[in-house]
């Protein structure tokens, strides 16, 4: 891709799967990556499989605070952000009437406030500076419904209208698109669905196969780059046809 040599690229749930491998495909296109994470294990596991990260950062997407200090501590080591992958997410698989408030606000306060906390503080410190790429991690869950995930379903929908929102406000200087996987086969998922569950639905994709991490981390890297600078206030699906035919809509 075009234009990323050098830039530096910040990634939330950067220890994760599909973190690790945007931070991975980033590398080899010649930027400088930093990640985000609020396991220190899962840093130093990413830290030792990817010793050309240029650094890492402990902290809770969640809590302002925390997020705040991150941009601080971002600030003081490299000065700038070009480019931030707001990937940070989790999910909690059950049916609606069984959602707990506090499963609730769980899922609310990852998937959506901390994409919030995050993104203000990355456009802060893009439009002090030279501009740069905000790309948010929504979902196929955003745009249509699935059985037993209403609160990820409704906070990935809510990612999809803040990143429109953003679009429109920080524009010309940042442009902010959103990325929304349908089955990528990441170890949440692995724990959601048995073997047979995910044979059955890769059965039903045109593509015939589930979606992998690296997939995302190509889609990321190529709405980075110069080669997509006419691009902004989108959301795009990366699903191998899943909802093209309504797949989701079944139980």
């Known amino acids: 891709m075009h234009g990323l040599t050098d830039k530096l690229v910040l990634i939330t749930g950067g220890a994760g799967a599909i973190g690790a491998a945007t931070a991975a495909r ?11 994470d609020s396991d220190p294990a899962a840093i130093g596991r990413l830290e030792s499989e990817l010793p050309a990260l240029t650094g890492s950062i402990r902290a809770d997407v969640t809590q302002a605070d925390q997020v705040a200090a991150a941009f601080e501590e971002l600030d003081r080591r490299h000065g700038r952000l070009d480019v931030l992958i707001n990937n940070a997410g989790i999910s909690l698989r059950g049916r609606f009437m069984d959602i707990t408030s506090q499963e609730w606000r ?4 990852v998937n959506l406030d901390g994409v919030f906390l995050v ?11 030279s501009g740069g790429v905000i790309l948010n991690m929504g979902s196929t869950n955003g745009l249509v419904g699935y059985h037993h995930y209403a609160s990820y379903n409704a906070s990935k929908a809510g990612v999809i209208e803040l990143t429109r929102s953003m679009a429109l406000e920080l524009g010309p200087t940042i442009r902010v698109n959103a990325v929304c996987p349908g089955f990528i086969l990441t170890p949440m998922q692995e724990a959601e669905y048995t073997p047979e569950m995910r044979q059955a639905f890769a059965s039903k994709l045109p593509l015939g196969r589930l ?7 190509a889609l990321f890297v190529f709405l980075a780059s110069d080669d997509a600078t006419f691009i902004t206030g989108q959301h795009f699906v990366i699903d191998g046809g899943e909802i093209a035919g309504g797949l989701a809509s079944q139980p």
């Open 106 to 109: 769980q899922v609310m306060a």
């Open 26 to 36: 980033f590398l080899t296109e010649g930027s400088r990556v930093v990640v985000v």
């Open 119 to 129: 993104a203000q503080q990355a456009a802060r410190s893009m439009l002090a500076g």
């Open 211 to 217: 979606g992998r991490p690296d997939d995302v981390a």
